[in-house]
């Protein structure tokens, strides 16, 4: 199995769409980054301090942090109004609003699958070399 590194330095054109998709799972694999962009889909805007509230067990500076990397990704926007104290507000770009559709077949999937139990579904096979 490749790492991050082996396929990133692979020639373009070299596999499907395997490096697209590393590209961007190194973004979202990062903790909080889709819970981030899940509660964002809520609403059409939200603020800082409201986003903490429904993520428990975030810290300010993990959050900003987030909403930085998915901003530079694209896939945020931050809008800062000129008032004391500063007003925050931050948004799902067109291009993550593409995303919501797959992360709402992810979560169904994900429901499927906590809902079968993994030990009906886990089974191990067997593979035989069959003889030259």
Do not use: H
């Amino acid at each position: 199995m490749k790492t991050r590194g082996e396929y990133s330095s692979m020639k373009p054109g070299s596999i499907s769409n395997t490096c697209e998709v590393m590209s961007i799972w190194e973004v979202l694999d990062k903790r909080w980054a889709l819970l981030i962009l899940k509660n964002l889909s809520t609403k059409e805007v939200i603020r800082f301090t409201e986003l903490k509230k429904t993520l428990s067990g975030i810290s300010s500076t993990v959050l900003a942090e987030r909403l930085l990397e998915l901003q530079r990704k694209g896939l945020v926007t931050k809008k800062i109004y000129p008032e004391i104290p500063p007003k925050v507000e931050y948004a799902l770009t067109i291009r993550a609003k593409e995303l919501e559709v797959i992360l709402k077949e992810l979560a169904r999937w994900a429901n499927r699958w906590k809902s079968t139990g993994t030990s009906k579904t886990m089974t191990t096979i067997a593979v035989r070399k069959k003889p030259s």
